[in-house]
């Protein structure tokens, strides 16, 4: 039996072949894993997130008071009486976004600063550069912005005095709403004494125009009234009178030659036009008629000898002869209106022509007359234009008006802006929430350790055996390992070991008296392992034999504390001590083989044929010989004495152990030698162990720990 072979392993997978086989997941989303993830890294997160807070109220309390007064003002869109035009309403003009951001940054402008400065006197006993320091002060503290789409603007201003920052941003408000009021007054006033001077000026310029402009019409005898000049006005004059006087004239010499034309005829002059309406003429025919009737009367009753008819035939004579003198007055009368109308026609025929003269030369003067009429008419024209708008500065002034008004002076404010102590912590939470987040994944990813079962079966192409808990994770007692296996039979402790006893069963049928615990590096369990396994197995009624064979720590020796006076695994290999198995293997159904303390390299008792030899001896006295061996890497011993056990178990403490290492003492244990049965992960936090994988038992403890009870 010396070097045979070991069954192998049939549910052993090469390392190569690992990963070939990974399970297979649906498309579904399971957040179960993310749940598990922050349940196993709680602490560790609500550790990062109150170090956050605790930071945040810290840096709260150390970051000075800064206390935010605001103010509200209100653009408005009237416009000053000296500016309206007859085409607005009101004098009210539409406010652009444009000149709403202007009118934003004029507030925080070094101008506003300057006056807020002067106002309230801070500037006073400063040199230059502090108030040079004091204006930058006032502009990186004061704040303006717009509140959303309105004409409404809010002023802020930070300082460490709630006092202080309350008048300041006041006296900005007050600023801004007045600094276009004394702006446009200094610009009217400006503007007034511009006007004012060139006025003087204009006025001087359109009278020396004026007056060249009278001397030339003088010089030229170009004087004019009404628009004309006098010589054009003479002229109309004359060719008015001329067509006067000719008409008159042509009708004299007309009615002369009608009336000479009757006399010539044989008429008497009493057709003549101008006798019939002679006032005279018609009385004369008048009292002729008269005188006639009376000597027609008295001659058809007397005789031509009465006197009577004789006085009337003699006045009647003198009647007619009256009236033939006045004909011949009115003829004469018309020989003389001819006269006059000719000699009037003549002269004014002569003014005619010399005022005809004499606007042919003033018209060769008006080429100089319209340059200075021109020049003349600019001169009043710029001067009248000067003089209204004088005029309307003069209307303006003291009607200016602001185009802001002042909706909401601020108040004292009574809580600090700055530190947010609400928001900071929010701030701080979540940079404490993140940095936990991301120390959990940074652990998470540092994880070396096997978790659960699918580790053992994927990562190490192994079979999982079970899971030996953490006793204080699992029970309250306080007690050893050994006392709980032997005081609490039906605990989720003693059951792990049960569990793990099936599992060895089942993966070596028919080969499975003698197993071996071993582990990859020291203080993975496995003493605790073999022992309660043992103990388990005994508890059942087999007989069992737990054998030390780790000559370097001797776990099993110094935890079950065996006397002195009990026989040792090397004194009975090297043949000191004559073991007599009957007697031995009746002495009590759970027996022990120890291993005393020596100074003497001894392993060569155990690899060699003696060993085996003596486990054959046992073989027929025992059900079960358990055989605690030390761990592969440090012991190059453990690979030969694990050749000798029907089945191996491979110890890794829960998240301790390396994959690296246990994959490495898989490696050092050949399968065609040795029969791994698989491996038992021990002393787990079942507390923790069940945020990790749905798939492990330990994931449903809590639901099935009163079972226990």
């Known amino acids: 039996m010396y070097n045979s072979p070991a069954p192998v392993n049939p549910n052993y997978q090469p390392l190569a072949t690992i990963g070939e086989n990974l399970p297979a997941y649906g498309d579904r ?27 945040g109220l810290a840096i709260s309390a150390y970051i000075d008071r800064i206390y935010t007064a605001r103010a509200q003002v209100m653009l408005t869109n009237e416009v000053d009486d000296a500016t309206r035009t007859g085409g607005t309403q009101a004098g009210r003009t539409a406010i652009s976004g444009e000149l709403v951001d202007t009118q934003v940054a004029l ?3 070094r101008e506003i600063a300057e006056r807020v400065a002067k106002t309230l006197q801070m500037d006073v006993g400063l040199n230059r550069q502090e108030r040079r320091n004091l204006l930058d002060t006032l502009q990186r503290n004061v704040e303006a912005r717009r509140t959303g789409d309105s004409y409404a603007i809010e002023i802020t201003f930070d300082s460490p005095d709630p006092d202080r920052a309350a008048l300041i941003v006041n006296e900005f408000a007050r600023q801004f709403t007045n600094w276009e009021l004394r702006s446009n007054q200094e610009a009217n006033a400006k503007s007034r004494d511009l006007v004012e001077g060139r006025l003087a000026e204009l006025r001087n310029q359109a009278q020396a125009d004026m007056q060249a402009l009278q001397n030339y019409r003088i010089q030229n005898n170009l004087l004019s009234t009404s628009g004309a000049s006098m010589t054009e006005q003479e002229i109309s004059n004359y060719n008015q009178e001329v067509s006067r006087a000719r008409a008159e004239a042509a009708e004299a010499d007309a009615r002369l030659s009608t009336a000479l034309a009757q006399l010539r005829s044989g008429s008497s002059g009493d057709d003549v036009g101008e ?10 025919r008048s009292r002729e008629a008269e005188l006639a009737s009376e000597v027609a009367r008295l001659s058809s009753r007397y005789g031509s000898s009465y006197p009577q008819l004789i006085g009337a035939k003699n006045q009647l004579a003198e009647v007619r002869s009256q009236i ?30 010399n005022a005809q003269s004499k606007l042919a030369q003033n018209n060769a003067a008006m080429v100089g007359l319209s340059d200075l009429e021109r020049a003349s008419n600019a001169s009043r024209e710029i001067y009248e234009t000067y003089l209204n708008s004088y005029k309307k500065l003069l209307a303006a002034e003291g009607t200016e008006r602001s185009h802001a008004r002042i909706l909401t002076l601020a108040e004292v404010p009574l809580l600090p802006s700055s530190p947010n102590i609400p928001l900071n912590l929010i701030l701080a939470a979540v940079i404490g929430l993140g940095c936990g987040m991301l120390a959990a994944y940074i652990a998470e990813a540092l994880l070396t350790g096997v978790l659960t079962s699918e580790d053992v079966r994927i990562f190490l192409g192994q079979r999982f055996l079970g899971s030996i808990p953490l006793l204080s994770s699992v029970s309250e007692s306080g007690s050893h390992e050994i006392d709980a296996v032997r005081d609490e039979p039906k605990s989720v402790f003693v059951e792990s070991f049960r569990e793990l006893a099936a599992s060895i069963d089942q993966a070596s049928p028919g080969r499975n008296q003698i197993i071996a615990i071993t582990s990859s590096i020291p203080k993975e369990g496995k003493t605790i392992t073999a022992s309660c396994l043992s103990h388990v197995y005994a508890s059942e009624g087999q007989r069992t034999l737990l054998i030390d064979c780790d000559l370097r720590r001797r776990g099993v020796s110094r935890l079950l504390e065996t006397p002195d006076d009990h026989p040792g695994l090397i004194e009975v290999l090297n043949g000191d001590v004559k073991l007599d198995i009957d007697e031995f293997a009746h002495e009590s159904i759970f027996c022990v083989l120890p291993i005393r303390p020596s100074e003497h390299e001894l392993s060569f008792l155990l690899t060699g044929k003696t060993f085996v030899d003596f486990l054959n001896q046992l073989r027929p006295h025992f059900d079960r010989i358990v055989l605690d061996l030390p761990p592969v890497l440090p012991i190059a011993a453990s690979r030969i004495l694990a050749s000798r056990a029907d089945a191996v178990v491979m110890a890794a403490q829960w998240d301790k152990t390396p994959k690296s290492a246990i994959k490495a003492a898989l490696n050092r244990l050949p399968y065609e030698h040795v029969n791994v049965a698989g491996v038992v992960l021990t002393q787990i936090d ?3 162990r069940r945020f990790f994988a749905q798939e492990d038992p330990a994931f449903y403890y809590p639901s099935y720990r009163e079972y226990y009870g």
């Open 29 to 55: 989303m399971d957040l179960s894993g993310s749940v598990s993830f922050f349940r196993r890294w709680r602490k560790l997160i609500l550790a990062f997130l109150a170090l956050g807070i605790v930071a």
């Open 107 to 109: 507030i925080s402008s």
């Open 275 to 284: 006798a019939l309406g002679s006032s005279v003429i018609s009385s004369l």
């Open 324 to 353: 033939q003198s006045e004909i011949k007055r009115v003829i004469s009368n018309l020989r003389a209106q001819r006269e006059v109308s000719a000699q009037r026609l003549g002269s004014l025929s002569g003014s005619l022509a």
């Open 686 to 688: 079942f507390s923790r």
